[in-house]
């Protein structure tokens, strides 16, 4: 069964970090671009960063770039997000997405369950 | 990285047919034929429904259907049915590897 299965969520305080996991299967990781979506409470959906399927090109949107870093592990195969500097409004479910093609192209027919991350004091 | 545009709300009676826009810019929409949608009922993952403009992932019914005209891409919903009341958002690739989404539509089902 083609399965993406999200863990890492949790509280953080403003300024601190989290490290959010993606665990696949059913499918060949190594080749598909994975990317981060987010979702905050009553919002929309807001794309984060995005990873080749190589891991060797990423991408960030402008609200996330420099503190959050987004890498895999083919061999694992599991897609990572790592989230520094955080701020109130990071506070979102963050899902992981399997995009179509091998580079981040939107197409993301495969998504995970979510994991909540709140950020607050 | 500007949200494409989407109207807030739409809604349609059962059988009758709706259509939702996503209004972008040269840089995304208009660009390159990455536009996708998504179908999210409350409380789960979002589902794809369109891909390329066009085109429906397999178990997606023939009443979905894509297309697109100049920077503003149109989701139709023919042959409305209650199961399809949910929140739809589109998506364009907005080139170096950047993707971007619309803010969301609700869909009633009246």
């Known amino acids: 069964e083609v399965q993406l299965l999200e863990s890492g969520g949790g509280l953080q305080q403003p300024g601190g970090s989290l490290r959010l996991s993606c665990a696949a299967s059913g499918f060949t990781f190594s080749s598909y671009a994975m990317s981060w979506v987010r979702q905050a409470p009553g919002k929309g959906l807001e794309w984060v960063s995005g990873?080749?399927?190589?891991?060797?090109?990423?991408c960030y949107a402008d609200s996330v770039k420099g503190r959050f870093t987004i890498s895999r592990d083919n061999s694992k195969n599991t897609l990572y997000l790592q989230m520094n500097s955080l701020r109130a409004e990071d506070t979102a479910v963050y899902y992981c997405?399997?995009?179509?093609?091998?580079?981040?192209?939107?197409?993301?027919?495969?998504w995970g369950q979510g994991t909540m991350v709140t950020v607050s004091s | 990285q500007s949200a494409l545009t989407q109207p807030p709300s739409a809604s349609g009676s059962p059988g009758q047919s709706v259509t939702i826009s996503c209004t972008g810019t040269?840089?995304?929409?208009?660009?390159?034929?990455?536009v996708s949608w998504y179908q999210q009922h409350s409380g789960k993952a979002p589902k794809l429904m369109i891909y390329e403009v066009t085109k429906r992932p397999s178990g997606v019914p023939d009443r979905f259907s894509g297309s697109r005209s100049g920077n503003t891409a149109s989701l139709t919903v023919s042959g409305l049915q209650a199961e399809d009341e949910a929140d739809y958002y589109c998506?364009?690739?907005?080139?170096?590897?950047?993707?971007?989404f619309g803010g969301g539509t609700k869909l009633t089902v009246l």
């Open positions: 990873i080749t399927g190589s891991g060797d090109t990423t």
């Open positions: 997405a399997k995009d179509r093609y091998g580079a981040p192209r939107g197409g993301f027919d495969i």
């Open positions: 040269s840089s995304d929409v208009g660009g390159y034929n990455y």
């Open positions: 998506s364009s690739y907005a080139g170096s590897n950047n993707l971007v």
